[in-house]
């Protein structure tokens, strides 16, 4: 059974930066693929950033610059830093994983909410 705890949510002021955690317990190592999802009230879940297992990255056009993602796979780990956040960032964060590139199954976290606002 693969579990996810995510952390690091929280109130934040514009301009402000945040740090979301998320560890992967259970048969999973070195996962194909960890990533972001936010879904703001009264809108779809969307991708936020991606990594893959050799390292490349994905990130939506409205984080880029702003946003980092990175793993450390030892710790099945996967890390958001955000900066310069804004108030249309607000929205309840999601971690996802993907074990196994031949599957695809996934994984999600239980979601941790970011709220920027001054």
């Known amino acids: 059974q693969v579990q996810l705890v995510e952390s690091g949510g929280g109130l934040v002021q514009p301009g402000g930066s945040l740090r979301l955690s998320c560890a992967a317990s259970?048969?999973?190592?070195?996962?194909?693929?960890m990533g972001w999802y936010r879904q703001a009230p009264g809108k779809q879940r969307e991708l936020v950033a991606a990594?893959?297992?050799?390292?490349?990255?994905n990130y939506a056009d409205s984080v880029k610059g702003r946003f980092t993602i990175s793993r450390d796979n030892a710790k099945n780990t996967v890390y958001l830093q955000m900066h310069s956040l804004k108030p249309e960032d607000t929205a309840v964060y999601y971690c996802?994983?993907?074990?196994?590139?031949?599957?695809?199954?996934?994984?999600w976290g239980q979601g941790t909410q970011v709220t920027v606002s001054s």
């Open positions: 259970g048969s999973i190592v070195s996962a194909y693929a």
């Open positions: 996802n994983i993907r074990p196994w590139g031949y599957s695809s199954t996934n994984y």
């Open positions: 990594i893959l297992r050799d390292g490349n990255t």
